[in-house]
Structures are given as structure tokens and as C-alpha cells.
């Protein structure tokens, strides 16, 4: 498009398009172009790292996603697997050998060890029968008759056997998982019998239903237990219960809300040794329950808060439980347990029973209480001397002694000596007062501070 | 390996229609130091959305799409200068007009004229008769019909020539 350089006006597009032709624009200079490349590279290299990063992150996150994913199947394979490798190997390589281990363990205290160890006798119960009837059973075999002469055998008793036909349920049912296969009808007869002898029906046949229902079936009988046998050991029965049924708070709690009045004492008791917080709220309920108070009262004071202990005091009509709650609070041996104790000891409403309660305890906590003899409110360093005081003892007469004559804590300790009952403290202050004139103002002044109760010592 | 190419491949384009694209960015906007912001942002976004670039398009195209993108985000639609010729050219016409100052001035002042044309206008023009695109890249380009791209062509031509009618007459 060359230029059309006539003189006339435009008429028709070709002139248009000479303009047009003629047309320009500030020129784009050279800097401007490497400024522009310069920038071009500034955005393209940060552009590739971003990429790069990106591309890794998102390579991290599946390695990440597949680790934890390997991480977690591994987990959650590797008990079956083990369990299917003990008893295989256990049960090729040494056969006579668990029963020696039973042996190795007194039958009576049954302890996890020696119900692990059970649990892998039962596995060949035709050799523990034929052992029970120490070898007169037809088809014993010579392996199994050499073991009997070498160890006694006794039948497991009745938390054991259902102990162990739990751990077998669970054991057979990984064992069908593992391989595919549903167990066989003479399997699930056997399997089943110690549910129904609990007296649970059985239907479902999941494995976490049947662990449900075999820990069921225990805590069944740690209740039956104590229900039938008032004089028996709790912290034994609750300790086999904490180890063999994890979930037993939760059976505890259902048996205090549905059972019958001995069932939920019984529970309460249990739940005394091994319940937690979150049965703290039930057993308040069971406590408003007149045939239910005591029992709940004295689980409260295992498992439920200091404060919550020092709302029932309070609230408590019974002399006897009232006692009870404080020597609880005392015996706790913790900073926020005593200071609600002191409180009532400060009280003179509720501090004879506080003192009373103190005076009960076989093993209170002496040095607790006498590093409260520094608090910094005046009031529980008083009330903290008078318990002190009337819990007695030689031991501490001798340390309250200690204290007056080395000037620590004296004010505190002249009020416990003059708060104890004992004869040498008595002595004490009344030479030390003959002595000591100033040692006499302060027991003077202590005097007022002292368990009313006593008579005048001068 | 196949994505480092591209990526050595598309600097490589880059750096080549990197003069091409400030040129049209130049004339889109009729100014330089304008023009240059646009092409910063142009090259921002081709370096962000560079996977969309397809072999079969001329990379000149894509990245002329990219600026004309630019230029429109930079004047929203209704925003247009087109500028009506007043008084410069009137005022160019009344002075002398021999004077090769003046000339220069002139042929400015008709990529100014151009420069100012609503948005659509421009973009077709300079395209078609600038870039040397032909009127079926013009309209895959912007997206339009080819009659589209006559119309407005037709359109911008007849608005410079009325603009531009004193020039005429100084000629």
C-alpha cells in the first residue's frame, strides 16, 4: 500500500487504505522489548518452580495417603495374623507345653499371664478333658499322659472358662475371616454353649458383636458374684473384669440402670474400683435412690471430683456417710481434696465431723498436711493445725515439737499440740509453758484456736 | 519430558512474538508505556494458563487473544475512548500544512484515530489490516462470525473515513 498523494478527497476505500498505510505509533524502542523479556523470565522460572513444588506436594501426599493406608491395613492384619501364627506354631512345635505353663501359675490367683496361657490350652480341649480325668479317658495319647504325670491339672473355674470360650469365639471367628470360610456347625455349637450358659442368648455373628457379648457374659458374672457373695474381694473381682472385658464400665453402667436392686449395688461397688468420670452422673442418679445410697455414696467418693464429694457432704443427712465422704476427701492426698476438708474443718458446723473422719483414717497424709501448715490463708493453717492435732501420734507430737522449739510454723504447731489428745504433747505444754513464758503467751494465744472439745489444759 | 519440551518450546515462542505482541499492543492502546503494562499482564497470564495453548493455533493468535484480554479487563466495554476528531485536525488544517513537522504529526495522529475507535472496531481493524490476519483467524480470533468481522470492519472504516475526511482534504 503505497502512498496515494493526490490532492483530491477521498472517495473510495483505496485512498482510506493509503492513509491507513501511513498510519503510525509510538515505535516499541528496544529496552522496553528486554524489560519485557526480562520479565518474561522472571514469571516463566517462578511459574516452573511453583510447578515443580506442586508436582512434589502432590507426590508427598500419596506417598503420604499410601503409607498411612499400608500403615493401617498392617495394623489392623497383623493381630489376626499373629494370633493364627502363635496357635500353629504353639501348636506344632510344643504340644504339652501350655499345660506346664498352667501349671507354672497358681490356679487360684489368676492373673492375665496365667489366662493367656489357658487360653492356649483350650485350644486342644480333647487333651484338656482327657487330662482332667487325669488319664483314665480313653483315646489320650501318650503325649498327653506324660504331661499329667508331670503336672496336676485343675478344671478353670467359671470366670476362666467363660474367659477362655470368649477368647476362643473371637479367636475362631479371625481364623474363619482370615481363610474365607464359615466356621462349621459343631464350631458355632461349641462356641456359643458359654454364652447360653450365661444366660444370654446369642444371635448376631460378627466378631465385635461376639467380643461385646462375651464381655457381656463376664461382667455378668463379676455381678452375679458379688450379688451372691457379699463378703467378696471387689478389687480382685474388678481387676479380672478390668483386664478381660475392656468395656465393662459400659455393662456396669447398664446394670445400674436396669438390673435389679443387689445388681446395681453390686455394680456400684465395681464401678467404686474401676469406673471412671463418666459414670460419676449415673451413680448421682442411683444416689437419690434410698437402697441405693450407701453404695453410691461410696463410689462417689472413688470416682467423682472433690467438689462434687463436698456437695454431698453438705447434702448428707447420715452421720455415718457423712464421716465416711470426709475421710474420703482427706485420705485423697491431694491439694484441691484438703482444701475442700479444711473448709469443713473450718466450719464449726460440720468440723467435728471432719475431725472425727480424720481421726479414722489408718494412713492420712501427713506430710501433705503438715506443708499446709504454710498456706497462705490463716484459716486452713489453723484448721489444718487441729487436724494435725487430732490425728496424734507420737511421731508427729515429736515433729510438732520439733517445729515450736526450731520457730518454724509455731503459732500452727502450739495449736495442734494443744488440739491433741496424747499425753506427752499435754506434758509438753505444760512444761514448756512453766518454762517459757513467751512459749506460754503463744499457747495462750493458741488456746483460742484449739479444739473446743478439750477440757483446759491449765 | 514431553511437558519440559513444551514448556523450552513455548519460552522460545514467547521470546520471539515478544515484539509482535508490544507492536499490537501498541496499536490496540495507542500508547507505549500502556502497552508495556499489557504485555507484562499478557505475559503473567501466559505463563499461568500456557497449558491451554494447542499446537494446531498459531501461537501468534493465542497470544494475541491474551493481550486482547488484557486491553479489555484494563477498559471495561462502555468505556471506550473513542474520541470524536475535533479541533487537531481542524487546527492542523489551519496551519500550514507543508511543513514536514506537521506530516509527521498527521500520520500520528491517524494511529491515534485508530487507537480511539470503540473496542470491537479496533480490534477487527488492527487485526486485519495491521497484523495482516485474515478475516477467518480475525473472527476465530474474537470469537465472532466472518460477517461479523465485514460488518464491523465496514463499520470502523467509514467512522476514519469520516474522521479523517479534513485529512483528506489536506492531501
Known amino acids: 500500500m503505497g502512498a496515494d498523494r493526490n490532492d483530491e478527497l477521498p472517495t473510495d476505500g483505496e485512498s482510506l487504505d493509503a492513509l491507513l498505510c501511513e498510519a503510525r ?38 506417598a503420604a495417603m499410601l503409607l498411612g493406608g499400608a500403615t493401617i491395613g498392617w495394623l489392623r492384619l497383623r493381630p489376626a495374623d499373629k494370633s493364627i501364627a502363635e496357635v500353629e506354631g504353639r501348636s506344632k512345635a510344643a504340644p504339652g507345653r501350655s499345660i506346664l505353663q498352667i501349671e507354672s501359675n497358681p490356679v487360684g490367683t489368676t492373673s492375665p499371664q496365667s489366662i493367656d496361657t489357658a ?186 471430683d472433690s467438689s462434687i464429694v463436698g456437695e454431698l457432704v453438705l447434702g448428707e ?13 482427706l485420705s485423697r492426698g491431694e491439694s484441691p481434696a484438703l482444701e475442700q476438708f479444711l473448709n469443713f474443718v473450718a466450719n464449726e458446723g460440720t468440723a467435728d465431723a471432719a475431725l472425727a473422719a480424720a481421726q ?44 515450736v522449739e526450731s520457730g518454724v510454723n509455731r503459732h500452727e504447731a502450739c495449736i495442734a499440740l494443744l488440739s491433741s489428745r496424747g499425753q506427752e504433747a499435754a506434758r509438753y505444754v505444760d512444761t514448756a509453758a512453766e518454762h517459757d513464758p513467751s512459749l506460754a503467751a503463744i499457747f495462750s494465744g493458741a488456746r483460742l484456736f484449739s479444739v473446743s472439745d478439750q477440757p483446759p489444759r491449765s | 519430558m514431553a511437558r519440559s519440551s513444551d514448556q523450552y518450546e513455548l519460552d522460545r515462542l514467547v521470546t520471539e512474538h515478544l515484539p509482535s505482541a508490544l507492536r499490537f499492543a501498541t496499536r490496540l492502546t495507542g500508547d507505549a508505556n500502556t502497552a508495556e503494562e499489557v504485555v507484562q499482564d499478557a505475559l503473567v497470564r501466559a505463563a499461568r494458563s500456557w497449558k491451554t495453548f494447542r499446537r494446531e493455533a498459531r501461537f501468534q493468535t493465542w497470544l494475541f487473544r491474551i493481550v486482547i484480554n488484557v486491553v479489555r479487563s484494563r477498559c471495561p466495554a462502555g468505556r471506550d475512548r473513542a474520541v470524536p476528531l475535533t479541533d487537531d485536525v481542524a487546527d492542523l488544517r489551519a496551519t500550514d500544512p507543508a511543513m514536514g513537522a506537521q506530516e509527521s504529526e498527521l500520520v500520528e495522529l491517524i494511529g491515534a484515530r485508530i487507537s480511539a475507535l470503540p473496542a470491537r472496531q479496533r480490534e477487527v481493524l488492527v487485526l486485519t489490516s495491521f497484523e495482516g490476519l485474515s478475516v477467518k483467524e480475525t473472527a ?32
Open chain 1, 360 to 403: 479414722s483414717l489408718k494412713d492420712p497424709p501427713m506430710d501433705l498436711l503438715f506443708s499446709s501448715l504454710s498456706d497462705p490463708l490463716e484459716v486452713r493453717r489453723i484448721a489444718v493445725a487441729r487436724v494435725i492435732g487430732r490425728i496424734d501420734g507420737a511421731a508427729t507430737t515429736r515433729r510438732l515439737i520439733a517445729m
Open chain 1, 119 to 304: 487360653r492356649h490350652e483350650t485350644r486342644r480341649p480333647t487333651v484338656t478333658v482327657q487330662t482332667a480325668a487325669s488319664g483314665r479317658a480313653k483315646g489320650s495319647s501318650p503325649e498327653s499322659e506324660s504331661t499329667v504325670n508331670l503336672v496336676p491339672w485343675r478344671p478353670p473355674n467359671e470366670l476362666e472358662s467363660l474367659m477362655l470360650a470368649a477368647s476362643d469365639r473371637n479367636r475362631r471367628h479371625s481364623l474363619a475371616f482370615a481363610r474365607g470360610a464359615q466356621p462349621s456347625t459343631k464350631q458355632k455349637v461349641a462356641s456359643e454353649s458359654f454364652v447360653r450358659s450365661s444366660g444370654k442368648s446369642h444371635r448376631k455373628s460378627s466378631p465385635a458383636t461376639d467380643a461385646k457379648s462375651a464381655e457381656a457374659a463376664i461382667v455378668a458374672w463379676a455381678v452375679k458374684r458379688l450379688v451372691s457373695d457379699s463378703g467378696a474381694d471387689v478389687a480382685s473381682v474388678s481387676a479380672q473384669i478390668r483386664t478381660a472385658a475392656p468395656s465393662h464400665e459400659e455393662f456396669l453402667l447398664a446394670t445400674l440402670d436396669r438390673g435389679k436392686a443387689p445388681e446395681q449395688i453390686a455394680a456400684l461397688r465395681l464401678l467404686a474400683e474401676i469406673g471412671s468420670a463418666a459414670a460419676v452422673g449415673p451413680t448421682l442418679r442411683a444416689a437419690a435412690v434410698p437402697e441405693l445410697h450407701r453404695a453410691a455414696i461410696g463410689t462417689l467418693v472413688q470416682i467423682a
Open chain 2, 140 to 171: 476465530s480470533l474474537l470469537k465472532i462470525t466472518e460477517a461479523n468481522v465485514h460488518a464491523t470492519l465496514a463499520v470502523a472504516r467509514a467512522r476514519l473515513t469520516k474522521e479523517l475526511a479534513p485529512y483528506f482534504a489536506r492531501r
Open chain 1, 317 to 329: 443427712q447420715n452421720a455415718d456417710l457423712q464421716r465416711t465422704m470426709l475421710a474420703a476427701l
Open chain 1, 25 to 62: 505509533w509510538p515505535s516499541a524502542t528496544q529496552p522496553a522489548v528486554a524489560r519485557l523479556t526480562q520479565h518474561w523470565e522472571r514469571v516463566w522460572t517462578a511459574r516452573q518452580r511453583r510447578e515443580t513444588l506442586m508436582r512434589r506436594a502432590a507426590a508427598l501426599a500419596v
